[in-house]
């Protein structure tokens, strides 16, 4: 009687499925997914048009301290947050904490710390996202295996896609490339010049009394690739 017991223990316990996720394609090669699967998380490879893992009903983008600062220098990190948007439930991690400084203002990037304060406050109160900051990769796997492990299983659409960008927006996006140009001073320069070929051809001396300063950002159209 007693092996009976025991015997349906064991069996019970071989049929307990592991949890599983969705990560996209890129995230393959990343430590965090070797990590999930030490802690028992079966991670399902597919191509994620937004977001890099889908978990539990919550779309997570993953970034870096280096990919949250280039992405927030030429806008890319902008475009993701509101593409995850789509989803009920979305969640930014900036990983590497204990790593690399993000508010030192002798970063690679040259962003200044206040800059930095100010745009996690806007994906915090603009976009509406949540933030966690994790430690590491290991750090980021753990908080993703707590989130799998959560009793409520929600499904979630695989249908996100890219947001499609209209002329405005695309003229738009293509001038904050330029450092120091934002939304703002895009739409200003766009209804004084018309277009982009208009802003470069306009002289130094036009293109200040309409930003001041931020007109010599433009001198690098000039500039030789070498």
């Known amino acids: 009687m007693f092996e009976n017991i025991f015997s349906k223990g064991s069996a019970r316990q071989e049929q307990k499925p592991r949890l599983a996720i969705i990560a996209d394609n890129h995230e393959k090669n990343s ?4 990590e999930l699967s030490e802690l028992g998380i079966d991670v399902e490879m597919q191509h994620l048009p937004v977001a890099d893992f889908l978990v539990n009903g919550v779309a997570i983008e993953r970034k870096t301290v280096s990919d949250f600062l280039s992405s927030m220098i030429n806008k890319r990190l902008s475009r993701q947050l509101e593409e995850i948007k789509q989803y009920p439930k979305s969640l930014l991690i900036i990983e590497g ?14 962003i ?16 509406q996202v949540p933030i966690i900051f994790t430690k590491d990769y290991a750090d980021t796997a753990k908080f993703i295996s707590v989130l ?21 927006e695309q003229l738009q996006y293509i001038l904050e490339g330029f450092p120091g140009i934002g939304p703002a001073t895009a739409k200003k ?7 982009i070929r208009g802003i470069i051809d306009a002289s130094e001396n036009e293109l200040k009394k309409e930003i001041g300063k931020k007109a010599g950002v433009f001198k690098i159209i000039t500039e030789k690739y070498a």
Request: proline share 2%.
């Open 148 to 168: 799998a492990k959560k009793e409520k299983k929600e499904h979630i659409s695989l249908r996100a896609v890219k947001k499609a960008l209209n002329k405005k």
């Open 189 to 195: 320069l766009l209804k004084r010049f018309k277009t």
């Open 112 to 127: 200044n710390a206040n800059a930095i304060r100010g745009f996690l406050l806007s994906i915090l109160l603009g976009f």
């Open 31 to 34: 430590l965090v997914i070797s």
């Open 97 to 110: 904490i204990d790593e690399q400084e993000l508010y030192n203002d002798c970063n690679p990037e040259g």
